[in-house]
């Protein structure tokens, strides 16, 4: 079965807490997207079996029983087949009911002990069943069994039993397509920008960056409108943004999903510490590419206040599918 990239899933949390450190808000951020996953999971979950119709997973070839069987029959086709439902029909060969464990459980217990029960007499009748139709999606099974809390639903078309889908057939087509993602593709970009009463305060902080990287080995780049950093194999990690001729903002670029993996960065976060500017502004921009072609986007927008030590902002979380 094929999917096209069409749905869309974008959760936004807001931040309020006090900062200790620029490395404090950005271990908050990544910890926090890891424990978003599992509730974004769960509705990339739900947006694939939209897009999956019972047909393709219902169980086609059924066993059923005789409305006039003994009950006796119920237990052995559950000990063989290990199913828990089957549904019922009459000797006109026409759908009369369904029958499952919990009928034999509970409804035998309540029935007077000296009848010979019949399939019948602890069915649930054809008037009382919920169906659902073979071209109704995957999401829509699921729901009607925890609406109905039932662990199976037969498929009907035209009147016409078709199949059953259960519990298991959602968890199974569920663990096929969505295994757990394997990220191909990582790109995460920083913008942190500066705000103060000293415009000197910035120029001071780019030429300290500047001093650290290029002692630590990282390549140092002018160009007309940014001083680029890279390391040794060429790939650019920073960049020192200029607008009308004066330091505008500094852009970190890895391929990471915690920036704080990288020392550097550490140590840039301590020199960017160091002024006490009034204002931190950051936008941060996470893009996850998975096996599926799945896109997974974090942006993150913060402010960090100098004198209340405060941070306030949002994430955005967003999949594309």
């Known amino acids: 079965m094929l999917f096209r990239k069409l749905s869309t899933i974008e959760r936004v949390y807001n931040i309020g807490m006090e900062h200790d450190s620029i490395n404090y808000v950005f271990n908050y951020i990544t910890n926090f997207i890891k424990e ?12 694939v079996l939209d897009k999956i119709v019972i047909n393709d997973i219902m169980t ?11 009950i006796d029959e119920l237990g052995k086709l559950i000990k063989q087949y290990r199913h828990m439902g089957y549904p019922v029909f009459n000797s006109n060969e026409e759908l009369v009911g369904i029958v499952t464990f919990d009928d034999l459980r509970t409804k035998k217990s309540s029935m007077p002990r000296l009848k010979k029960l019949k399939i019948k007499d602890i069915m649930t009748k054809k008037d009382e069943i919920i169906s ?3 071209y109704s999606s995957a999401s829509e099974a699921q729901k009607i069994m925890v609406e109905y809390d039932i662990g199976r639903v037969l498929v009907v078309d035209d009147g016409k039993l078709k199949g059953i889908v259960t519990k298991g057939d959602i968890v199974r087509t569920s663990e096929i397509y969505n295994p757990e ?9 920083t913008n942190i920008y500066f705000y103060g009463d000293n415009p000197k305060k910035v120029e001071e902080l780019a030429e300290e960056i500047i001093v650290l990287m290029g002692a630590r080995g990282y390549i140092i780049s002018e160009k007309e409108d940014f001083i680029e950093i890279s390391d040794r194999e060429w790939e650019p990690i920073a960049k020192i943004m200029k607008r009308n001729g004066k330091i505008d903002h500094i852009s970190i670029d890895t391929k990471l999903i915690n920036i704080l993996e990288l020392n550097i960065i550490k140590e840039v976060f301590k020199l960017i510490e160091k002024p006490k500017f009034e204002e931190v502004i950051i936008t941060d921009h996470i893009t996850l590419v998975d096996e599926k072609s799945a896109i997974q986007r974090i942006i993150t927008d913060v402010t960090m206040f100098e004198k209340s030590m405060k941070t306030f902002g949002t994430i955005t979380v967003r999949i594309d599918f």
């Open 36 to 47: 978003s996953e599992r509730d974004l999971v769960k509705l990339y979950d739900l947006k």
């Open 132 to 134: 659902i139709s073979p």
């Open 181 to 189: 993602p394997k990220i191909n593709k990582c790109s995460h970009i």
């Open 60 to 70: 086609k070839d059924l066993v059923i029983l005789d409305e006039e069987e003994s």
